[in-house]
């Protein structure tokens, strides 16, 4: 069977070729598209899971992944051999040999989307996606995102009596991002398990929301709120203000009409380190709530809080799941809104803020503002700490032996700079890696190398990350606020580190 999988995957690719726009789409997703569904791709014959239901464990080959380096690709991905609909489905990183889970001291599944190649996106249909480089990508198509997980390992469950519809016939493709711990080139599974029901059940369509929507890398930043000038406080008089009783937050949002009328029957959300949580509101119904997605944060013991080297934030183990057969009716022309809410307290970078909500068409539906359902909410039992959880991500050089270690700068002398400074990032090497500025001056990064690379701060006064750049792009932000900033490349941690300084502005005394 397995060896039919394979070949009817082959069988495959030949077929997408005669569906170029989702391909063309889909490949300039990622520059270096990845190799269509091949050797060691594949899903089993399937497992009985119930009366008209069965569960397809599929597998997909990462590739090979560089040592502490960070591979985001797309890939097509084998479509469970079935027509039905999806109830269950989930995800996981395994190793190639054993099907043992991986832990993330090796490898790190840090986001997976899947898309189905032969429908369109509900929300970015007609304007296509941006791609991991930041470019526009040529085309309106956009292959439908049906499921997503990130390291909360999310899972797909649908309330009884509803499904995604599936078709043996489509094609399904994946964009992923995994994260490499150790010094060694290593690769595993991507692992799939898809429930598919034959009976009939109402069709439930994915409708994803992601405040930086339509594009393949939707990051964004958080900048943390600017220290208080204590010493300029004190001068004045003014009484030592009373630590607030809650932290500074920063909530994004993005509105979402919902063309047609339905029932909102199930959803679940994705963010990074240093989430409060998502929540779904309706601007027009008073602004209430009537969604929200909680992450949950795992005890200081939990591995995603201990993985060394630090590549990036730990997030949180879990975001909490909501469904309900009745849902939340939905008129069309009604907005839902999504809001982001994330810690302000500290700078938190290359965050996510998405949910992916299904929608059951119902003309039936026809008030606005229609009863919030008694959700239910499915979430971890394991054991977790209120969060975000405080984190602070050190530059990681690699040692004589070719180890991970944390540095406090990078090698060479400080160069100091003026008020004005182009500085160049070439392939696995920042042109500059330490300098020094005035407060208030001006830093322009020019990429001009041939691989994609970014900036990202480690640790420092001002959340800052840039897209993927490359071929003369460049991405230019004033330093307005003292102290030492250490960025790194996201894509190359360990190889590409940058330490500025920036110097507060002297006093000018009054006359
Ligand atoms: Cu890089």
Known sequence: MEARSRSKSRAKVAAIAGFLPAVVAVALLIPSAGSAAGPGSGCDAGTPAGPNKTTYKCNLPTGTIGGYEVRQWFALAPTPPQNGFITHMETDIVDE???AQVPISRLMLHHIVFLNLNKQDSTCAGQGYTGFDGRKGFGTFAPQRFYGAGEERMKLSMPPGYGVPTDQNHNWGVVAMVMNHRSGVDNALIHYEVTIDTGPLMPAKPYWFDVRDCRADPIYNIPSVAKKKTVAAKKKGKKKRKKPRTKPTVTESRDYVIPESGRLIAGAGHVHGGAVGLTLTEPNCGNRAVARSDPTWGLPDHPFYNVRPILHEPGPINMSAFGRTAGLPVRAGETIRLN???DNSLPHVRVMGIMVVYLV????????CGPVPGWDVLKTNQPGRPGPIPSRIPLTGLDANGQATTINAPPGPIRNAGRNTVTSVGDRFFGAPNLRVRQ???????????ELHNVTLANGPLGIGTDNLDGGRTFTQKLDRPGTYRF???LHPVQMQERVIVTPRKHKKKP
């Open 440 to 450: 208030g001056s001006w830093i322009t990064w020019q990429f001009n190398g041939a």
């Open 97 to 99: 040999g054993s099907g």
């Open 340 to 342: 982001s809410i994330y």
């Open 361 to 368: 068409p119902d003309a039936s539906v026809t008030q606005d």
């Open 488 to 490: 790194f490349c996201a």
